[in-house]
């Protein structure tokens, strides 16, 4: 009954962020309000998600002074995706069964279930035995810990300030418009990047490099490159291929604000 409820509930809150989405275009469309949400999406989601929840809590690509983990996994909240223990668990079981039966969002089940069908069978997920305990490392850090615990009211406090503050222009834009880009954006990572794309390493799954998803991810679309190093900070691997997210953790090893990046 439970799972039932919990899938209905995400159903009915993705649906009014798309929505949401859409309205913004047909009734407040703003050139000016749509250039800021892409760069706010950019921001977050480069810095949130991709640094931060994938290479840093993941798979421990570096380590960051703790001021900055605070702002990295403060920017991951604005990112609008899932806490950071259940989005790190979630990309560690789909490393251990890529593209096979308990991958957890691989397309051999179907496109959209891979790109967002999969979001819907909490139910089933926590029958699986990867799913019933919470790795160590994740579940003794006690900052991954509150975060984890204050993700969703967060998310709904920034959804409140932006109405404050703006209205239902900057609700609409820098919340609804701002998070369908960036859950889209990483779903195309689960989806097209095991679909459509181009591979530097042969290995026993799918995964493809996809300069498009690439441009939108800050580096994640290499995703082929990373099945290969998973734990490399860097997913550039070849000539043409550029990795923002990896310039971005150059940058703060420069300034030392970051120890043990591996590459």
Request: with cysteine; aromatic share 16%; proline share 3%.
């Amino acid at each position: 009954m439970l799972s039932k409820l919990t899938t209905l509930f995400m159903i009915f809150f993705l649906g009014v962020i798309h929505i949401g989405a859409l309205a913004a275009f047909i009734y407040f469309f703003d050139v000016k309000l749509l250039l800021m949400t892409i760069l706010l999406w950019q921001f977050f989601a480069l810095i949130g998600i991709s640094v931060c929840f994938h290479r840093e809590i993941t798979h421990r690509s570096f380590k960051s002074i703790y001021p900055i983990k605070i702002f990295h996994l403060t920017c991951a909240l604005i990112a609008g995706q899932a806490g950071p223990i259940m989005w790190a668990q979630v990309h560690r079981i789909h490393h251990k069964h890529s593209d096979k039966e308990n991958d957890p969002h691989s397309p051999i089940k179907g496109f959209w279930r891979s790109h967002f069908g999969w979001i819907f069978e909490q139910g089933k997920r926590k029958q699986l035995k990867d799913f019933q305990s919470v790795p160590k490392d994740l579940a003794e850090d006690k900052t991954l810990r509150f975060f984890q615990a204050v993700h969703f009211p967060f998310f709904f406090l920034l959804f409140a300030l932006l109405f404050f503050i703006g209205g239902w222009k900057w609700l609409l834009w820098f919340g609804c418009v701002r998070v369908t880009l960036t859950l889209n954006s990483s779903w195309m990572i689960n989806s097209l990047g095991h679909v459509w794309g181009y591979q530097n390493y042969e290995g026993r799954d799918f995964s493809t490099n996809n300069k498009f998803v690439a441009l939108l991810t800050g580096g994640e679309g290499f995703h082929n490159n990373h099945h290969r190093k998973p734990n490399s900070s860097n997913m550039a691997h070849m000539k043409g291929e550029f990795d923002l997210g990896f310039q971005y953790i150059r940058l703060l090893r420069k300034l030392g604000l970051i120890t043990d990046v591996i590459e």
